[in-house]
T-cell receptor
Framework: DADVTQTPRNRITKTGKRIMLECSQT?????MYWYRQDPGLGLRLIYY???????NKGEISDGYSVSRQAQAKFSLSLESAIPNQTALYFC????????????FGPGTRLTVL | QKEVEQNSGPLSVPEGAIASLNCTYS??????FFWYRQYSGKSPELIMS????GDKEDGRFTAQLNKASQYVSLLIRDSQPSDSATYLC???????????FGAGTRLAVHP
């Protein structure tokens, strides 16, 4: 039973399209994160949220927006997708038990043509 | 800019050997350190966390932390081909639960 789920798992889209990636978690974690991963660059933080009313930019937030619809849901939007946003996107959650540990979803592979 | 540095590898070791993975970090105030394993195309999976100077052992894995020298390492004893993956070092930055990740070290264990 996965703690963190992401939809879709794969998405191919065209330049200029609006895309939403969704993340849900079932363990009551209060903190949620969105990362992107590119080959050789590791994980880079896009946005993070500590509760429904708290949204913070990460190191690479330009071109992205997020919404924390509920404690369990955190979605990432690309308002106008561009090819250099092609990457693997991960959602993570933390906060229950050991609050430092982040648990990752399975990832969404996004391709922008 | 707070940084976490890892050798990208690949680190190639024979089956049964000890694999040693290293990580250095720039923020002297960091208090929490993590090692994640990531198989190709999959999500990162937590292996170890360490908070105090010294060694922490969990099965075949040992994490070592030296805050004075600002490095953290992961030893994998009796390496198996199934250990072949990328290992990500992560360091908690600032007062919030925000992790800074290294780019990862690719480990290849050959039979």
């Amino acid at each position: 039973d996965a703690d963190v789920t992401q939809t879709p798992r794969n998405r191919i889209t065209k330049t200029g399209k609006r895309i939403m990636l969704e993340c849900s978690q079932t363990k009551g974690h209060d903190r949620m994160y969105w990362y992107r991963q590119d080959p050789g660059l590791g994980l880079r933080l896009i946005y993070y949220s500590f509760d429904v009313k708290d949204i913070n930019k990460g190191e690479i937030s330009d071109g992205y927006s997020v919404s924390r619809q509920a404690q369990a849901k955190f979605s990432l939007s690309l308002e106008s997708a561009i090819p250099n946003q092609t990457a693997l996107y991960f959602c993570a959650a933390a906060g229950t038990g050991n609050t430092d540990t982040q648990y990752f979803g399975p990832g969404t592979r996004l391709t922008v043509l | 800019q707070k940084e976490v540095e890892q050798n990208s590898g690949p680190l190639s070791v024979p089956e049964g050997a000890i694999a040693s993975l290293n990580c250095t970090y720039s923020d002297r105030g960091s208090q929490s350190f993590f090692w994640y394993r990531q198989y190709s195309g999959k999500s990162p999976e937590l292996i170890m966390s360490i908070y105090s100077n010294g060694d922490k052992e969990d099965g075949r894995f040992t994490a070592q932390l030296n805050k004075a020298s600002q490095y953290v390492s992961l030893l994998i004893r009796d390496s198996q081909p199934s250990d072949s993956a990328t290992y990500l070092c992560a360091v908690k930055a600032g007062g919030y639960n925000k992790l800074i990740f290294g780019a990862g070290t690719r480990l290849a264990v050959h039979p």
